[in-house]
């Protein structure tokens, strides 16, 4: 749905489309879709109003998608709503007038369309079928009720049944056609010259006075990093671990058996039938009695339930839902499966979605581990709930101690702990406790430093805490010109060849524009390569992107008028004079179909983008919009 607006529209309207379409799925409430407000909209389209809600939903939606993108390591800057709300409310404008469109347009999205949309959905599949639980779970999740999710997702479609009609009118006129097999499969044919940058670094000479006065100037990049040895005290979890008594690892396992005698998972079916505007609850309940009728005549529950369910995800199963350890459905609907055996349909249940005739497929209990297989688990889970308390303790005692002591000995003696010495560490290593942002940051801590401070007591895990004293510190110093020289003299080397290659590559072309051939240019002089494309096209693998790039760009050589020249770099940095020779229009005749085929797709890919770009400009500039 998506991939197919991405496939055929290009540029602006792409960017408008594209981005409205994440909108729907994961911005509205359903107090926005079933309710009234009396707020002053932020924006009214049309007549129609968009909400702060709406809008204060979307910039939440923008804001997790830059949280995800860039982590804990975003510059705050970017979430401010001074920033975001513009564009927010800019994309929610422009979604209304394409719905409003689609709307006056005619633009329907029949339910048989949107249940296909959904069941082929891959994210609500497993092994290549739709799966009702994983429907619900994903739902679920994102907080979505089935009939919003139908409902946003309905409005997705119009939006790209919109699109594909105005892009599927798009015509090319007989020279557009023309023009684009002229240039799509037109051919070029160019000499290039590469000058090698490291063949010039390696000719360079660099002078003891060049490397002096390089250090001098960049005497910052040649510094050591700081470094710091610090002492430290450690408690652990582990270090309070105790010999658990047989008798309550066995006590343990007891407990575990019972627990999952009582997680049996029950497979269930359902057939629902949805109360909505149409469809009142007393005619819902003649419905869902209607279904009981034909089951207790004897019809197959799953038959049943293809005709009469309105959960379409689930009739297409026969109603299967899968299993639920008690948890997965509504409380009512859980209740009423609890109490059937196999094979039993419940009365008429109901939830929020409706009303529901349930059946028990099946019961499936855990398989239960033996004794000996959970000893391990189960003794290290005891010494676990034993130690965490003494732990807890622990460190309520250490903060107190070290937020007073000179140095980490008091501390150590009163909790009978060894003071432990780090190697010299830098800000760069993150092995070890140095892992740990707050453990690098209280090292390198300047004030810790200058007052003789202990560090807070850290959390390196729930398990695991640290406290640090800063104790030796290394600033960092400029290191000697012979400890540098070769590091200095390499760097010169590749500056050197880049300005070099540069210079030769300048009067390579002068030369050129003189009437020198590139292959005497290239004969004549060293770290030079000289190359010829014939009749190549755009898509030419003999000749690197970046240079069959350079070539159609240049301007047609006039007739009689020498060959246009360019000079770039290719992915190496190397120097490239580019020299156009010819060119040779795509001719129709010569063309064959499935590239023919090729071209014209493309510039109708191009046509379709362009039309519907100035069909939503027309949209928006006639549309009334107010901004509040």
């Known amino acids: 749905m998506l991939q197919n607006i991405r496939n055929n529209i290009q540029g602006f309207a792409a960017k408008i489309i594209i981005g409205l379409m994440i909108v729907p799925f994961?911005?509205?409430?359903?107090?926005?879709?079933?309710?009234?407000t009396s707020e002053t909209p932020v924006a009214i389209v049309n007549g129609e109003k968009v909400s702060e809600f709406e809008l204060n939903q979307a910039l939440a939606l923008q804001k997790r998608q830059l949280l995800s993108m860039m982590g804990n390591n975003i510059d705050p800057g970017l979430l401010d709503d001074a920033v975001l709300r513009k564009p927010a409310l800019d994309s929610l404008v422009k979604q209304k007038v394409l719905l409003q469109a689609a709307d006056k347009a005619g633009v329907a999205v029949p339910d048989a369309v949107l249940n296909s949309n959904i069941v082929q959905m891959p994210q609500f599949q497993e092994e290549g079928r739709f799966s009702p639980?994983?429907?619900?779970?994903?739902?679920?999740?994102?907080g979505f009720s089935t009939q919003l999710f139908r409902q946003l997702l309905r409005s997705d479609l119009l939006i790209d049944q919109l699109n594909s009609g105005i892009s599927n009118s798009a015509f090319l006129t007989d020279f557009q056609r023309d023009t684009a097999i002229r240039l799509g499969d037109q051919k070029r044919s160019f000499h290039y010259l590469t000058f090698s940058t490291d063949y010039f670094a390696e000719q360079a000479k660099i002078e003891q006075a060049e490397i002096e006065q390089y250090y001098e100037d960049n005497a910052s990049k040649f510094r050591t990093t700081?470094?710091?040895?610090?002492?430290?005290?450690?408690?652990?979890?582990s270090d309070f671990f105790k010999p658990v008594a047989e008798a309550d690892v066995r006590a343990a396992y007891q407990q575990e058996i019972d627990s999952l005698n009582r997680q049996a998972e029950r497979h269930a079916a359902h057939i629902l039938v949805e109360i909505t505007d149409e469809r009142n609850r007393e005619q819902a309940m003649a419905r869902i009695e209607e279904a009981r009728s034909q089951i207790d005549a004897g019809e197959e529950f799953s038959k049943v339930a293809k005709s009469f369910s309105d959960d379409f995800g689930s009739a297409e199963q026969g109603g299967d839902l899968g299993y639920s350890a008690g948890n997965s459905f509504p409380e009512a609907f859980e209740a009423a499966l609890a109490d059937l055996e196999p094979g039993e349909v419940?009365?008429?249940?109901?939830?929020?979605?409706?009303?529901?005739?349930?059946?028990?497929?099946?019961?499936?209990?855990?398989?239960?581990?033996?004794?000996?297989s959970r000893r391990a688990t189960l003794e290290k889970r005891l010494q676990q709930q034993a130690a965490k308390p003494r732990l807890i303790a622990e460190v309520e005692a250490l903060r107190d101690l070290v937020f007073n002591a000179d140095g980490l000995a008091q501390p150590a003696e009163a909790l009978k702990l060894e003071v432990q010495q780090s190697d010299w560490v830098t800000p760069l290593q993150k092995e070890g406790l140095m892992a740990h942002s707050a453990v690098r940051k209280a090292a390198f801590d300047a004030e810790l430093r200058k007052q003789k401070y202990n560090s807070e007591v850290i959390e390196i895990s729930p398990e695991h805490f640290v406290v640090i004293h800063p104790q030796d510190y290394r600033a960092p110093e400029l290191k000697p010109l012979s400890d540098v020289s070769e590091q200095?003299?390499?760097?010169?080397?590749?500056?050197?060849?880049?300005?070099?290659?540069?210079?030769?590559?300048a009067k390579a072309a002068?030369?050129?524009?003189?009437?020198?051939?590139a292959e005497a240019i290239a004969k004549g002089s060293e770290?030079?390569?000289?190359?010829?494309?014939?009749?190549?096209?755009?898509?030419?693998?003999?000749?690197?992107?970046k240079i069959r790039r350079e070539a159609f760009m240049l301007a047609r050589p006039a007739e009689g008028a020498s060959a246009i020249l360019s000079t770039t770099t290719n992915e190496n940095g190397d120097y490239v004079?580019?020299?156009?020779?010819?060119?040779?229009?795509?001719?129709?005749s010569l063309v064959g179909e499935k590239r023919r085929g090729e071209l014209l797709a493309s510039a109708q890919r191009v046509q379709a983008s362009q039309s519907f770009t100035a069909y939503f400009d027309s949209l928006v500039k006639s549309a009334a919009i107010k901004y509040n």
Request: glycine share 6%.
């Open 226 to 237: 700081e470094s710091v040895r610090f002492s430290y005290l450690e408690l652990k979890e």
């Open 488 to 505: 200095i003299v390499a760097e010169l080397r590749i500056k050197k060849g880049r300005d070099i290659a540069r210079e030769v590559a």
């Open 577 to 588: 004079v580019v020299q156009l020779t010819a060119v040779n229009d795509g001719d129709d």
């Open 510 to 517: 002068e030369s050129l524009r003189g009437g020198k051939s």
């Open 26 to 36: 994961a911005l509205y409430g359903i107090d926005f879709l079933f309710s009234g």
């Open 527 to 545: 770290g030079v390569r000289w190359d010829v494309a014939v009749r190549a096209s755009r898509q030419d693998p003999s000749v690197t992107e």
């Open 346 to 372: 419940s009365e008429p249940v109901a939830t929020d979605a409706g009303l529901h005739l349930v059946k028990l497929l099946d019961v499936r209990k855990p398989e239960l581990p033996d004794f000996e």
């Open 133 to 142: 639980d994983r429907f619900r779970q994903i739902l679920s999740a994102q």
